[in-house]
């Protein structure tokens, strides 16, 4: 089956540190990869995506390639912000059959930015 | 659109009891969710809907769950005879049928079974 899994955390940076939040999946078929962050008492929100090996989705100065080759989706910043503050999942979604579409997360990653 | 939305926000309920959430998902996705989400953990996969079909149940979906959309629309999951294991955020996501399509959720319902 497929399976996601994420770097342990939880992870403390100070302001403007680099980040990268780890990431690899298992997958039968050819997923779909998906970052999601939740900000304090909110629901998840889609952070970026890519559909195809090489892809890189980015957004909010947040960026992650697809690297089939050794099945990883790494999640990264230059420069974080306090705002950035949250629970980061790593997620892939099947391309085929009756799960297709259906979303397999990571256990999360919490971020805590510090001042 | 106000996006996904989900009632209650937060319920309370004795243990034994039966408890009832309701989802309305952006009106053009015809694809609905419900997840389960556990302290420190990822959303956890229960069920999914395409229009008014159910096409999957995942095995923590116990005989004591069950879920609806009725009319492609909103969609009601419903818990029988709670128990405190039941105690999670339960999270519905809506989506269009496109491969890579992101979901879109809604903050959840928090249940406490005391």
């Known amino acids: 089956g497929n399976s996601v899994t994420q770097m342990e955390g939880p992870v403390t940076l100070s302001e403007e540190a680099f980040l990268t939040i780890n990431c690899t999946y298992t997958?039968?078929?050819?997923?779909?990869l998906f970052w999601y962050v939740q900000y304090p008492g909110e629901g998840l929100q889609l952070l970026l995506k890519a559909t195809k090996a090489d892809d890189k989705g980015s957004n909010k100065g947040f960026e992650a390639t697809y690297r089939k080759e050794t099945t990883s989706f790494h999640l990264e910043k230059g420069s974080v912000q306090v705002s950035d503050s949250a629970v980061y999942f790593c997620?892939?979604?099947?391309?085929?059959?009756?799960?297709?579409?259906?979303?397999?997360f990571g256990q999360g990653t919490i971020l805590t930015v510090h001042p | 659109d106000t996006g996904v939305s989900q009632d209650p926000r937060h319920k309370i309920t004795k243990r034994g009891q039966n408890v009832t959430f309701r989802c309305d998902p952006i009106?053009?996705?015809?694809?609905l969710y419900w997840y389960r989400q556990t302290l420190g953990q990822g959303p956890e996969f229960l069920t999914y809907f395409q229009n008014e079909a159910q096409l999957e149940k995942s095995r923590l979906l116990s005989d004591r769950f069950s879920a609806e959309r009725p009319k492609g629309s909103f969609s009601t999951l419903e818990i029988q005879r709670t128990e405190q294991g039941d105690s999670a955020m339960y999270l519905c996501?809506?989506?269009?049928?496109?491969?890579?399509?992101?979901?879109?959720f809604g903050s959840g319902t928090r249940l406490t079974v005391v």
């Open positions: 996501a809506s989506s269009l049928e496109q491969v890579g399509y992101g979901y879109t």
């Open positions: 997620a892939l979604s099947d391309r085929g059959g009756t799960s297709y579409g259906k979303l397999t």
């Open positions: 997958a039968t078929g050819y997923p779909s």
């Open positions: 009106s053009e996705h015809n694809r």
